[in-house]
């Protein structure tokens, strides 16, 4: 079974306090929280824990927690290295490793990224452009035979092998309160193919450091069924 390092480009928001940092390093010391659940119109969904701490004003420490109703709950811890900005671009790389279990067994996860981003002006009050590719790589644990009672669309809820990703995001601030985030996920795994999906979000605040997300997944190509998916984020 093919075992490779992954690697991928990842970005996010025009300033290093919007949502998930991507190629901005979180502020030292400064933490962030998300916990959501995507759902499909299958009944198959996905929920998560997801964090960031500034460790250094370059260093990002990050970790995810997943569980999905078909039988797989995951863990992914990394760490996340700023590069030199380059003129408005920020860039950064990032590795992680962690542990997928399903069916009794524990399997290995690993991941590496390269980040890039940036921000701009002139339409609302601005916002930013990212591009995130990744390739991430699973023990060997899921054979279609053994899955066999699962739809397509369940099915590519379970970890692959490898998984090469790649996001395209637009994002926006709508107002003071609330941003429009527009993002295409591409994403190739031997058992699914190629697939292709357009996720829009609103985030609102909420009080204090809180904010409420909601948002809108739709498939271009492949075997996936519409999402919806809720979420709150914290940021202290």
Request: proline residues 3%; aromatic residues 10%; glycine residues 12%.
């Amino acid at each position: 079974m093919p075992q490779r390092i992954a690697l991928g480009l990842v970005l996010l928001a025009a300033l290093p306090s919007i949502a998930y940092a991507g190629a901005w390093p979180r502020a030292e010391k400064a933490t962030f929280l998300s916990l959501s659940d995507e759902r499909d119109s299958d009944g198959n969904s996905y929920t998560s824990l997801y964090g960031e701490y500034g460790l250094t004003g370059r260093e990002t420490l990050g970790f995810e927690l997943g569980y999905t109703n078909v039988g797989e709950t995951s863990a992914l811890f990394g760490l996340q290295h700023a590069l030199e900005p380059w003129g408005e671009n920020q860039l950064s790389v990032g590795l992680g490793i962690g542990m997928v279990a399903r069916d009794g067994m524990f399997l290995p996860l690993a991941q590496a990224s390269a980040n890039w981003g940036r921000g701009f002006q002139g339409f609302m009050q601005g916002g930013w452009l990212s591009l995130e590719t990744r390739l991430k790589v699973a023990g060997a644990m899921k054979d279609q035979a053994d899955f066999a009672d699962l739809s397509d669309s369940a099915f590519n809820y379970l970890t692959s092998e490898v998984t090469v990703k790649a996001d395209f995001t637009v994002g926006l601030h709508a107002t003071d309160a609330m941003m429009i985030i527009n993002q295409f996920r591409f994403e190739q795994t031997d058992e699914a193919g190629f697939t292709s999906k357009l996720a829009t979000t609103v985030v609102h605040d909420l009080w204090g450091p809180s904010k409420i997300e909601l948002g809108l997944i739709t498939p271009l190509s492949g075997p996936d069924e519409s999402a919806v998916k809720l979420g709150t984020w914290l940021e202290f």
